[in-house]
């Protein structure tokens, strides 16, 4: 197995430069909630020359509010009065970033404190973007798995979970993402993970880097939109020549997302199977033996006891120490 080894950590002040190294890309909606803890395990983070790049996607509570107070010059925040859905924000998001790299640090997820100088290590090492695996929680923060990396099947390239994703701001704005105009504007990252998973050299972290809380915004009519919005960037995708151009694929492709999707509409009949289907959903593959180390379990614990709030006002260290080691490169 390949691995590669993490840098030292940054000794720049990011507060003097115009260029850091990371922009930290947050696009948030009604987010109040959040927002202590996302800044309170960005502050956390061993590398520290980044920008936090901060997008109020027209919230309607205290987001922008709550970003303005945080006494940080390294925050950027970008508010504008209506919703306009996540490709929107996050196409807003890169405009404003002045960083090498884009790191995806969305709201209501966690990020281990050795993220950044894991993903430092892989751009130094030339790689063209870094994803990882993401551990799985529930509303509670309770571990529920690991999320891994979805093999290669027919039309489309190996998946990586989006939440994981940096790589260079110009390639991701020279990519983009798709905007639409639903309720939420799913499925506007696929663009993004299909192109980078198939044209590129990508570093993929036999690690977690990242806690996905899954049950957040679980809901029926949420997945339904889901996917459609992703049939249909999937469509655009393989017309545009980013997937494989075979057509069998794509028309496989198209019938098991129109039959999962038909099957979602005639759960409507009874909501709650559908919650129950949830924990079948496919992780992806982790490593033989994968196990999800007691420091990452002990940091989760850690932010699952800490008021962000009142933390940001009296600054109180996480007492984990998270040591240089190698990065294990998936196979």
């Known amino acids: 197995m390949n691995s590669i080894k993490i840098a030292a950590s940054t000794t720049k002040d990011p507060r003097n430069t115009q260029t850091p190294t990371f922009s930290v890309m947050t696009p948030v909606y009604n987010g109040e909630a959040f927002i202590h803890r996302c800044y309170g395990v960005l502050r956390e983070q061993t590398f520290t ?3 936090w790049v901060v997008v109020d996607d027209g919230s309607t509570d205290r987001t922008a509010e709550i970003v303005r107070s945080i006494d940080d010059d390294r925050i ?5 009065p209506e919703n306009q859905g996540r490709g929107y924000a996050r196409t807003e998001a890169l405009k404003a970033c002045r960083g090498d790299w884009v790191v ?46 979805l093999p290669a099947s027919g039309i489309l390239p190996r998946f990586f979970v989006h939440s994981t994703l940096a790589c260079p701001v110009e390639l991701a704005r020279e990519i983009g ?42 809901n029926l009519q949420k997945s339904i939109d889901t996917n459609k919005a992703q049939k249909r960037a999937l469509r ?52 033989p033996g994968f196990q999800l180390s007691q420091q990452r379990r002990e940091f989760i614990d850690w932010v699952h006891r800490t008021d962000f709030s009142e933390s940001i006002k009296q600054p109180q260290a996480c007492p984990l120490v998270f040591p240089t080691m190698p990065l294990r490169k998936a196979n």
């Open 177 to 218: 993402y798709d905007i639409f105009r639903e309720q939420g504007g799913p499925g506007e990252d696929f663009r993004i993970v299909m192109t980078l998973g198939g044209h590129y050299n990508g570093y993929y972290d036999n690690d977690a880097s990242a806690v996905y809380q899954e049950d957040r915004e679980v």
């Open 76 to 80: 950027r925040l970008i508010s504008y």
């Open 104 to 149: 995806l640090w969305d709201a209501d997820d966690i990020y281990f404190p050795d993220r950044l100088e894991r993903i430092e290590a892989a751009r130094e090492q030339d790689y063209d973007y870094y994803c990882s695996y993401a551990v799985v929680v529930d509303n509670t923060l309770r571990i529920k798995g690991v999320r891994g990396f």
């Open 236 to 287: 655009m995708l393989y017309h545009e020549g980013i997937l494989p151009q075979r057509p069998w694929g794509l028309f496989a492709l198209m019938v098991r997302r129109s039959i999962k999707i038909t099957i979602l509409h005639l759960m409507r009949i009874a909501p709650g199977l559908y919650l129950r289907t949830v924990k079948l959903r496919a992780y992806g593959d982790t490593a």
């Open 49 to 51: 020359d980044w920008e």
